[in-house]
Structures are given as C-alpha cells and as structure tokens.
C-alpha cells in the first residue's frame, strides 16, 4: 500500500499518532510517505489534536482511495488499535523535531476531572500504566514525557525508577500534580535527570494544596529552583479575577519558580488577559519590568518582537 500523513496541526510539535502509524505500516512493507497533492494514495491518514480554534481543518485530498482522520481535534471516541499504540513511533517523520529525542506516555489518565480539561473524558478519571519506558525510548539522549498525570499513578515510582535508570534528560512537558509530592517521590525526582520540570496552579480553591506541594519541591530538591527549568502552568481566564491571576504569578516568581500564563478561551479573551500573557510570557519583559500595572504594551513592542525573532526568551503559548 502506498500511505499519505498528514499533521492537520502542522510540524511545530510530532504527532505522535502519525509516528506509529508510520512505523506500523513500514514494518508491514507499505511505502509511507507525507501526502503532497501528486500521484494516488491507498489511504491518507489525517490527525488533527486541536480544535477549529487553534486548527482550522483542511479538505480532504482526492487522491486517496481512502481517507482516515482521527485525533481530539475530531473528536474524543477515536483511538489508534492496540497493535498501533503500542509500536515504537518512527522518528524519522520529524527528524529536526525528534533529533535524539524520544516522545511518549508511560502513563493515561487522571483522576482531577478539571472542567477546562478534556483528559478524565477521553482517558478515565484514573491514571493507569499504559507502556514501559522501553516501548519507545531506545537510548536517545533526551526524553518528553506526554503524561497528564503521572503522579496518580499506583506505579508512578516504578516508573520514574525507569526514567532514572534511562540516563536521559527529561522534559515532564505536560506538568507533574505538585498536590500529590511527597518527600519520597521528590527524592525519585532528584535522581532523574532534569531537562525541565513543570507543575500547574490552575484553581484559587486549590492553592493551599499547590502552595504545599510547590515548597515542598522548593525546600526538597537537589536542584536549585530557577525560573530556566522550573515551569508552573497558571491558568487565566477562567474563573479567576485579575487579582487573583496575579496574586498567583507575583507569588511564584517569589518562590522562584517560572509562571506560564495559559488563557482558557484565547481567541475571546480580554485585551487585559492577552497583555497579561506577553507581560509573564516573555522573560525579557518580567524581568526587567516585575509590576503588571506599570507594563506598557507599546512601549515594549518593538522589544518583544527582537527577542521573539532571536529566540532567547519565552513567547506566548
């Protein structure tokens, strides 16, 4: 069979879906390739994460005896079979992206059930085991671990005992439940080797709880907290005054941790909120000017759009 991909989303961050399916058909001696509008193709497979938002679809190609789309930007009842998820991805597909890198879940699922997030609906208000680190990681020097929350896991210290073992730099990209550290998994932590960590504060009723979990780390880890590696994901936009949004940011800047603004909703947000997001977002910006009230958007124009280009420091999400 002759296979067509195409990342609705873009090539900005691998589709992980793609690489499987990629490496399953290879191994089945199909030739697979990305579609271009030339020549015919057996099948096309579209994936798409994002909703109509964040990623606008595209018309189905005619040149495909058949076209498969899948992927939560089509919806949330649609999922790779068992003998596709549990292949090892094919990193070719994303050579600069992938370079040394390996992507993946060792763990789906979470109990939180938050209403802004689609996780508990399309993988169980449980975080369950779903792969070995050996599933996809072959010796590579640096590790993206996709899971919503590992630390819900039952096997969680089994399995960052495998990400210690690996010896690889890991990016925990999607944020660990700084309510579930405890002394004993921060000393797992500890023995992994940090690329980036990130945690989240997302709801006020949950900050003491936050707040615990996040100096705990703070007073526990072997690493000293520094806003280049440690991240906190606050949430804005939704059910959150801006006194609150930046009482939560002014006091994880204190902690020394590196606030991330994420708006719920972007595309309907405030004026305020988007100049909220710049103003944290780009440390350029935060550092040299640490009061919101007194941040200028035209006055930094010019400097946010320099440093953006350069690539030294954060931009918006």
Not at 74 to 95: A, Q, R
Not at 230 to 253: C, H, K, P, Q
Not at 269 to 279: K, V
Request: charged share 25%.
């Amino acid at each position: 069979m002759k296979i067509g991909l195409i990342d609705v989303d873009g090539h900005n961050f691998p589709n992980l879906a793609l690489m499987k399916l990629s490496a399953w058909h290879k191994d089945r001696g199909d030739v697979v390739e990305w579609w271009d509008g030339f020549g015919q193709y057996d099948r096309v497979y579209m994936s798409k994460v994002f909703d109509e938002t964040y990623s606008p679809d595209m018309p189905e190609p005619l040149n495909a005896a058949e076209v498969v789309k899948g992927g939560t930007g089509y919806g949330l009842d649609n999922k790779l079979p068992d003998e596709i998820e549990h292949v090892c991805p094919d990193y070719s597909l994303y050579p600069e992206l992938t370079k040394d890198t390996a992507y993946g879940f060792l763990t789906r699922g979470c109990p939180r059930g938050c209403h802004f997030c689609i996780v508990a609906e399309k993988e169980g208000r449980r975080s369950c085991r779903v792969a070995e680190l050996s599933e996809w990681w072959s010796g590579q020097k640096n590790i993206v671990l996709l899971d919503p929350n590992l630390l819900a896991c039952s096997e969680h210290m089994r399995l960052l005992q495998q990400l210690i073992d690996s010896g690889a730099y890991v990016d925990f990209t999607q944020g660990l439940d700084c309510r579930l550290l405890t002394p004993e998994n921060i000393a797992a932590i500890n023995r992994v080797k940090l690329k980036q960590i990130h945690f989240a504060w997302d709801y006020m009723k949950e900050s003491a709880a936050v707040l615990r979990g996040l100096n705990l780390y703070r007073e526990l880890a072997t690493r000293k907290i520094n806003a280049m590696y440690a991240t906190v994901y606050t949430l804005v936009n939704y059910d959150t005054t801006m006194d609150e949004n930046l009482y939560r940011i002014y006091t994880l800047r204190d902690l020394g941790y590196d606030p991330y603004v994420m708006i719920y909703d972007k595309p309907h947000a405030p004026q305020e909120i988007r100049d909220l997001q710049r103003w944290c977002n780009n440390r350029l910006i935060f550092k040299a000017e640490p009061d919101f009230s007194k941040y200028s958007p035209k006055k930094w124009a010019a400097k946010e759009e320099v440093s953006e280009q350069i690539g030294l420091f954060g931009g918006t999400e």
